[in-house]
């Protein structure tokens, strides 16, 4: 297992005893979506470990089914099809898939591919006249994310990027509270967002395909947090690179950035990425009339944390069983998640990464 | 009551209820300091709220006794001698207090006044031919910290900075478990260090007084941190000022100012200085084989924190009343503190306080 996936699974395993909690009063409790309506059928697209993730925890939704497959890999395909009984007819490659156009059973594809490749296949789907949903970062820069927003508006499709915190019932209670003014004026956020990623040969550290190093995958975490506690879009971004290991982290593949960001209102947030240490995964904001801490903050397994009420005791529901449901009730309910998870949320995140390479490149202040 | 003395205090009322903590055994078995020798004689210069601290503290020292006092305020003199039974002739004014090299019962002066003062009231003392042991920061600048170690070499007497931390006992159990490689190559640390300011019009937000805002006061709380938590010394920095209230936080005094550092090893610090928010006083450190978070970090009560190992359990006791028999110590028997607490110390942080108003200013990264 890489070293990636043990540090977000490490303390999802106790998820798996509280079947009970999957009830449909309290798989919405937290994000109020209906459970009443249409199932959205879905097909996932790469069939690697996070994609496995989200077929398995597909398996307890209540409004979204998974249905098909894409993949280059025919033995993937038949392991996926007798473990979750999929049918000849829902099965594609990376050469075929644009003739989903043409398959009644399937309304939305989960683009869970590197994420060199999430724009074009992302566009190829929307043509095809399916929803799109794209796992995150949604591409490499903030120009892919606005042609891949532009092409689902012309298709007329829905695109939606795989913000699943979105959906967690911690973070979304510590949103209502500073929605609520419970924090009173927020003024810091901290963000450290990292790990020690395992196999130097794998497509993350590949700049081709990942666009990018620990920002693209760990550090987007910060980028996303600091916007959604703080409740503000950032006017200015600084950064500092520092690489320690230039075999592993080639050019191109950022091993630790720091990073920080102002606010209208003054705030300012301060946060780390990195491919390179490990024990963070924390959130931490201050305001003028309390604070939260999490940590993790962004793991898969339970969320942890607290305010200056006291714990945050929420039980913990698996996030992408949360998302997928929350998905087909935004696609088909109307329903407004807490914070957008659409192809505009994306285009933010990917604005501000864009910002912080820069930032870190000439050592400059970059206004957004 | 100000709001940084409230700060400050708010978790110190445990240790009054630990009065057996302070046997001598226990007294140094944090920092491994000889308790036995001569009694350091002290003079405390400026008798406000922090000088009546140390006073306090001193009481329950072993090594270190208050024996005079040099203020402004003849009634604060007056209540100070009843008070701690303090002779007549061992009380100075700042006028007078030259004549403190004809009086063999002073042996040291601790200067306690505003941080504007502190260089050339130093200078004094060492030319009275007393030791001097200053408040952090020891000037305003780097510049004057220097003049301060030149002038006390000059005179022959010590020159000590009122790094209190540098005696904590779980502060010292930290730096000894890095020392011993426990967290492996430390990679990062953060610092946050901050509070709300109450009345403004105390001296600390007078820039003729402070030198700067909360830089001078806390935010070098980050700096020192960052540097006995790493073992190592900043080779660069990089700073980014917020000011939210320009009325209260006038030219010259930083309301809040994050900034970063980075060490030869490649690790990096972020840290956080601010007179505008609550909640803080946290470090954090990773490194390749563990982590350590402290918080509070370094106010005066208790020390609360945990590694990877497991909680600190070492007993509070209180940092002034270490630091001053620490202090003879260092004096007398020429014990080494676990990191120095000398002038030269003092200088490292002001060039690195130096750099921080500078990168704040220009948008640079300053080298060191």
Same mark, same amino acid.
């Given at each position: 297992?890489?070293?990636?996936? /043990?540090? !977000?699974? /490490?303390?999802?395993?106790?998820?798996?005893?509280?079947?009970?909690?999957?009830?449909?009063?309290?798989?919405? =409790?937290?994000?109020?979506?209906?459970?009443?309506?249409?199932? !959205?059928?879905?097909? $996932?697209?790469? !069939?690697?470990?996070?994609?496995?993730?989200?077929? %398995?925890?597909?398996?307890?939704?209540?409004?979204?089914? !998974?249905?098909?497959?894409?993949?280059? @890999?025919?033995?993937?395909?038949?392991?996926?099809?007798?473990?979750?009984?999929?049918?000849?007819?829902? #099965?594609?490659?990376?050469?075929?898939?644009?003739?989903?156009?043409?398959?009644? &059973?399937?309304?939305?594809?989960?683009?869970?591919?590197?994420?060199?490749?999430?724009?074009?296949?992302?566009?190829?789907?929307?043509?095809?006249?399916?929803?799109?949903? #794209?796992?995150?970062?949604?591409?490499?820069?903030?120009?892919?994310?606005?042609?891949?927003? &532009?092409? #689902?508006?012309?298709a007329n499709v829905k695109l939606l990027i795989g913000y699943r915190m979105h959906f967690e019932p911690k973070t979304v209670a510590v949103i209502k509270m500073r929605k609520e003014g419970k924090f009173g004026d927020v003024k810091f +956020?901290?963000?450290?967002?990292? +790990? @020690?990623?395992?196999?130097?040969?794998?497509?993350?550290?590949?700049? %081709?395909?990942?666009?990018?190093?620990?920002?693209? &995958?760990?550090?987007?975490?910060?980028?996303?947090?600091?916007?959604?506690?703080?409740?503000?879009?950032?006017?200015?971004?600084?950064?500092?690179? @520092? /690489?320690?290991?230039?075999?592993?982290?080639?050019?191109?593949? &950022?091993?630790?950035?720091?990073?920080?960001?102002?606010?209208?209102?003054?705030?300012?947030?301060?946060?780390?990425?990195?491919?390179?240490?490990?024990?963070?995964?924390?959130? +931490?904001?201050?305001?003028?009339?309390?604070? *939260?801490?999490?940590?993790p903050s962004t793991g898969y397994g339970p969320i942890e944390g607290k305010t200056h009420e006291g714990p945050l005791t929420q039980p913990h529901m698996t996030h992408q069983t949360l998302q997928m449901d929350g998905m087909a009730a935004? $696609?088909?309910?109307?329903?407004?998640?807490?914070?957008?998870?659409?192809?505009?949320?994306? *285009?933010?995140?990917?604005? $501000?990464?864009? =910002?912080? +390479? /820069? =930032?870190?490149?000439?050592?400059?202040?970059?206004?957004?």
């Amino acid at each position: 297992m890489s070293t990636r996936r /043990k540090f !977000l699974e /490490k303390i999802t395993a106790t998820s798996v005893a509280l079947p009970l909690l999957y009830s449909p009063v309290n798989l919405f =409790a937290a994000s109020e979506e209906p459970c009443e309506g249409p199932v !959205l059928k879905v097909a $996932i697209m790469g !069939l690697g470990s996070y994609g496995t993730r989200v077929a %398995e925890a597909m398996q307890a939704c209540k409004r979204a089914k !998974l249905v098909g497959v894409i993949s280059g @890999t025919p033995s993937k395909i038949k392991k996926w099809q007798s473990k979750y009984g999929i049918p000849e007819k829902n #099965c594609y490659n990376y050469e075929n898939f644009d003739a989903i156009k043409d398959n009644a &059973d399937i309304d939305a594809v989960y683009v869970i591919t590197p994420n060199g490749l999430h724009k074009d296949q992302s566009i190829r789907v929307a043509k095809a006249g399916k929803h799109v949903i #794209c796992e995150k970062p949604m591409g490499v820069n903030a120009q892919e994310g606005q042609e891949m927003v &532009d092409a #689902c508006k012309a298709a007329n499709v829905k695109l939606l990027i795989g913000y699943r915190m979105h959906f967690e019932p911690k973070t979304v209670a510590v949103i209502k509270m500073r929605k609520e003014g419970k924090f009173g004026d927020v003024k810091f +956020f901290q963000g450290q967002s990292g +790990f @020690t990623i395992g196999d130097p040969n794998q497509w993350r550290l590949d700049k %081709e395909l990942s666009g990018g190093g620990a920002m693209m &995958d760990i550090g987007i975490y910060s980028i996303n947090g600091a916007r959604y506690m703080l409740g503000e879009e950032p006017i200015w971004v600084t950064a500092q690179e @520092t /690489k320690t290991n230039p075999e592993k982290f080639k050019e191109g593949i &950022d091993e630790t950035i720091q990073f920080q960001m102002g606010f209208p209102s003054g705030a300012v947030a301060n946060c780390l990425s990195t491919y390179n240490m490990n024990h963070l995964d924390r959130f +931490f904001m201050t305001g003028s009339k309390g604070f *939260v801490e999490m940590k993790p903050s962004t793991g898969y397994g339970p969320i942890e944390g607290k305010t200056h009420e006291g714990p945050l005791t929420q039980p913990h529901m698996t996030h992408q069983t949360l998302q997928m449901d929350g998905m087909a009730a935004i $696609i088909y309910n109307g329903t407004a998640p807490i914070v957008p998870v659409d192809g505009e949320e994306g *285009v933010k995140d990917m604005k $501000i990464i864009d =910002a912080i +390479f /820069k =930032a870190a490149k000439t050592g400059d202040k970059v206004m957004l």
